[in-house]
């Protein structure tokens, strides 16, 4: 079971360029998250999806955008890359349905993006 | 946007020490989650809690769903090396928000 999966792991980008940040899970997870980390800080929310064909902006979606054409596939836009976003990207998933206990979130390993 | 108070922000212990850290909020959660961070590496579920004034063990980790549903507490006992790295906590609201604390930076000396 491999859980979350992202790629790349890293990247340097050039200003103004775009890229897409791939995340799968196979845990059947209904939700998906898009977070990222800046140093020294906590998680904060880009994107997030509750299931396929379904999306919301988080906290910090400015300058990114999401997709959820499967269950498995959340993957995360940037367009005209800028040196702010800089970071550490995390994808997430967890199963959240009726009852009081559902799942927590799990991640992927992240992908280090370096805009210069 | 909104992030919980975690404390300490980075510690020093020595190994085969007890430490404890905490997370606190002026809202009031449904769930709180502890999770780990190795560098390079993704944060890792330790513990989930569900109830308030849960108390729920994981090995040497402890961990404690405030009564007032406003803070979480985590214990380490007996620390050694492979406890270094940066401990999370997250309070959930609703079926969807996650509301992370900044971290606490463990290091341990040997």
């Known amino acids: 079971n491999a859980g979350v999966t992202q790629t790349p792991k890293f990247r340097i980008l050039k200003i103004g360029q775009s890229m897409t940040l791939q995340c799968a899970q196979d845990?059947?997870?209904?939700?998906m998250y898009w977070y990222r980390q800046d140093p020294g800080m906590g998680l904060k929310l880009i994107y997030y999806?509750?299931?396929?064909?379904?999306?919301d902006k988080g906290e910090v979606p400015n300058g990114y955008n999401v997709s959820r054409s499967t269950t498995e596939d959340f993957p995360l836009r940037l367009e005209l890359a800028a040196p702010s976003q800089t970071s550490v990207y995390f994808c997430?998933?967890?199963?959240?349905?009726?009852?009081?206990?559902?799942?927590?979130?799990?991640f992927g390993n992240g992908t280090r993006l370096t805009v210069t | 946007g909104q992030q919980l108070n975690q404390s300490p922000q980075s510690m020093f212990i020595q190994e085969g020490e007890d430490v404890s850290m905490n997370c606190t909020s002026s809202?009031?959660?449904?769930?709180w989650l502890w999770y780990k961070q190795d560098p390079g590496e993704g944060p890792v579920l330790l513990i989930a809690?569900?109830?308030?004034?849960e108390l729920t063990s994981n090995g040497r980790l402890t961990a404690q769903f405030g009564i007032t549903r406003k803070d979480s507490f985590l214990n380490i006992s007996a620390s050694i090396p492979s406890d270094v790295g940066i401990y999370f906590c997250?309070?959930?609201?609703?079926?969807?928000?996650?509301?992370f604390g900044t971290g606490t930076r463990l290091k341990v000396l040997a």
């Open positions: 997430a998933s967890s199963y959240t349905g009726a009852g009081p206990y559902n799942s927590p979130l799990h």
């Open positions: 845990m059947n997870h209904n939700y």
């Open positions: 999806s509750v299931g396929a064909g379904i999306t």
């Open positions: 809202s009031i959660f449904n769930t």
């Open positions: 809690l569900y109830k308030a004034g």
């Open positions: 997250a309070g959930q609201r609703g079926t969807y928000k996650y509301i």
